[in-house]
């Protein structure tokens, strides 16, 4: 079936720092993928999307590129700031469904 | 601002206590899902809901049941609910199939101790 794999965190880096956080999955037909962030008692919220292959998804200084050769959905960010520091999930949409299937999550913690 | 509201934010109950969690959306979406987000395992879907009256189990059915009498409201009930329920329970609606966006918009999430 579907999935989505994520790195393990934490992931702890100092203020400016460059970010990655990597995200494959395995899916049937043609998924849309997705990066939801949660920050300290709240609920999640869509980050950014991309709906077909080498789109690149951007929102708050975040990107990600639809790699359909490596399966991939690699999170990046050139300079994190504290108020970055969340859980991120990786998610990609169920072909042709509402559905989402959500990865772990990645908990990122930036200290200044 | 569009709004997905979670009735209780903090919940302590007994083993064999009968639960309900209330989800409220005032964004008159088609769909709506309940979570349960648990260390290392993420998010998995108990049940979601694209209609009045109509539900569909997710991955984790077992234990809960729902209820979507109204458009705007999604109840998750434990029946009799046990320690291993523990947990937090997320509320989430979305568009229908038809608008399809994929964007999903959460409550702050209800934490759930069973003792």
């Known amino acids: 079936g579907d999935s989505v794999t994520q790195m393990e965190g934490p992931v702890t880096l100092s203020e400016e720092a460059f970010l990655t956080i990597n995200c494959t999955y395995t899916?049937?037909?043609?998924?849309?993928l997705f990066w939801y962030v949660q920050y300290p008692g709240e609920g999640l919220q869509l980050l950014l999307k991309a709906t077909k292959a080498d789109d690149k998804g951007s929102n708050k200084g975040f990107e990600a590129t639809y790699r359909k050769e490596t399966t991939s959905f690699h999170l990046e960010k050139g300079s994190v700031q504290v108020s970055d520091s969340a859980v991120y999930f990786c998610?990609?949409?169920?072909?042709?469904?509402?559905?989402?299937?959500f990865g772990t999550g990645t908990r990122l913690q930036v200290f200044p | 601002d569009v709004k997905v509201t979670q009735s209780s934010r903090y919940l302590v109950k007994r083993t064999g206590e009968k639960v309900f969690l209330e989800c409220v959306q005032d964004m008159d979406h088609e769909n709506m899902f309940w979570y349960r987000q648990d260390p290392g395992l993420g998010l998995r879907l108990i049940y979601f809901s694209y209609d009045v009256k109509m539900k569909e189990k997710g991955d984790i059915p077992e234990g809960y049941s729902v209820s979507r009498e109204k458009k705007e409201r999604f109840s998750l009930i434990l029946e009799s609910a046990s320690t291993n329920q523990t947990s937090m329970y997320l509320c989430a609606s979305m568009t229908g199939l038809a608008d399809f966006t994929g964007e999903l918009f959460f409550g702050e999430g209800s934490r759930l101790t069973v003792l």
């Open positions: 998610a990609l949409s169920v072909y042709n469904t509402d559905k989402l299937i």
């Open positions: 899916a049937t037909g043609y998924p849309s």
